[in-house]
């Protein structure tokens, strides 16, 4: 990550804080830490000191009290830490204050996932979705780039200061450029829903892969289909979604899609940029939403999902709950629990193989404890028709009658709908 100071360092460190307050006590505060930790690592910055701030009131200036931010940037000059990290979001006028008291570039949990996605971006509409996310948080940051020109001491009188022209001028550069963004997007955006729309077509089952960052969603994909999707002990690994097919034991194929990860304060406009990506997500049939089991704050992921999944209107989507990494979970009673709580998922370590089976079997479940019986009769000469009902669905029953071939299953509904010409009276 580029630093807006130079430093001859060969690894940059940084301080991070988190706030603890009515709503967030010092515990869950420390564990907020622990993420932010693993945000940095996955940029290569590593933790010199972290630090919990109790605070009762917001302060407009530092975010927290002009003492504690003393203390902080006494902490960062003593360390010689490159950066200060707020968990926290701060505003542009907070991080300028605080970057004027420290002499250390100042950033917030918002823009450590920026920089992670920038660089895990490889598909083109992902690197524009990325850029676009970037540039929007950075207009209001602007003035934070010029705070060296003589805008900061005001122009000769009747004039403007040589950095608020340029300022000026940046803010249209940026404002031209995220117009062009949203274009280019808006095309890529119309290919994909084709695309989509095409997929709709083919009545085969899809499922999408849900869940928090780093939780295995791509390990489960490559499990399920024997996939060779990359798979990286880090957050963020995977932003463009990958699909493959699987049959299942019976004989259904389907087909599975890997997600960009959720996470705990996900910037709005990285959901918003990522929209169309996520969209994948709503097309799913069905959703297979995955934890790591063996992270303390579970159950505040699986939280953490639901509200995206809500404000994404897909929280009615019928879902597998999958609790992975059970073999990294050293008290057995934290497993035990999870179980009484959610006795309806699987639990699975993928790394091992565990589950893979009964995740399989839970899948065809789903998939036809609520699907159609119906009788189709088709013509002997329409063996492709026959054949699509034993890919896509269950054959209960199989006869040849006066020229047709007969069929008894269980379907997805758009199978049926595909064939409604072909249903028996």
């Known amino acids: 990550m580029k630093n807006m100071y130079e430093t001859e360092k060969a690894t940059e460190t940084a301080i991070l804080v988190s706030l603890s307050s009515r709503e967030t006590s010092p515990t869950q505060a420390e564990l907020f830490l622990d993420e932010l930790a693993s945000l940095c690592t996955t940029l290569g910055i590593e933790v010199a000191e972290r630090i919990v701030v109790p605070v009762v009131q917001m302060n407009p200036k530092y975010l927290l009290g002009s003492g504690k931010a003393q203390e902080i940037s006494d902490l960062a000059e003593r360390s010689n830490a490159d950066y200060i990290v707020f968990d926290d979001t701060i505003s542009p006028s907070q991080q300028r204050n605080l970057e004027r008291l420290s002499g250390r570039c100042v950033i917030d949990r918002q823009e ?89 077509g083919i009545p085969i089952p899809t499922g999408a892969i849900v869940g928090y960052t780093n939780a295995g969603k791509s390990s489960l994909l490559n499990a399920m289909t024997k996939a060779e999707v990359k798979v990286e002990d880090q957050l963020f690994a995977t932003l ?38 996520l969209e994948e997500t709503a097309a799913a049939d069905f959703l297979i939403h995955i934890l790591d089991a063996s992270n303390p704050e579970v159950e505040q992921h699986l939280h953490t999902t639901w509200e995206v999944l809500s404000e994404l209107e897909m929280d009615e989507t019928p879902s597998i709950v999958v609790f992975n990494k059970i073999d990294l979970c050293d ?31 839970k899948i065809e479940r789903l998939l036809f404890e609520n699907s159609p019986q119906v009788v189709f009769r088709f013509p002997l000469h329409r063996f492709d028709l026959v054949a699509e009902v034993h890919r896509s669905g269950k054959v209960l029953e199989e006869k040849y009658l006066d020229g047709y071939v007969i069929l008894e299953a269980q379907v997805p509904f758009k199978l049926k709908n595909k064939f409604t010409d072909y249903l028996s009276a």
């Open 112 to 200: 450590i996932i920026l920089e992670i996605f920038s660089e895990h971006a490889r598909t083109r509409e992902a690197i524009l979705q990325v850029g676009l996310a970037r540039m929007e948080y950075s207009l209001p940051r602007l003035t934070r780039a010029w705070t060296h020109l003589s805008r900061q001491r005001g122009g000769t009188r009747g004039t403007r200061g040589e950095g608020e022209t340029q300022l000026e001028m940046d803010r249209r550069v940026v404002l031209r450029k995220i117009t062009k963004l949203k274009r280019e997007l808006e095309k890529l955006q119309s290919q994909r829903e084709t695309r989509r729309k095409q997929r709709r």
């Open 331 to 361: 008290d057995p009673f934290v497993l035990e629990q999870l179980r009484n709580q959610h006795p309806e998922a699987v639990f699975t370590s993928l790394r091992r193989g565990v589950g893979v089976d009964a995740l399989a079997a």
């Open 240 to 277: 463009d979604p990958t699909t493959r097919s699987l049959r299942l034991s019976g004989g259904t194929k389907i087909l599975l899609t890997d997600t960009v990860g959720f996470i705990r304060k996900l910037p709005h406009n990285l959901v918003d940029a990522f929209h169309s990506t």
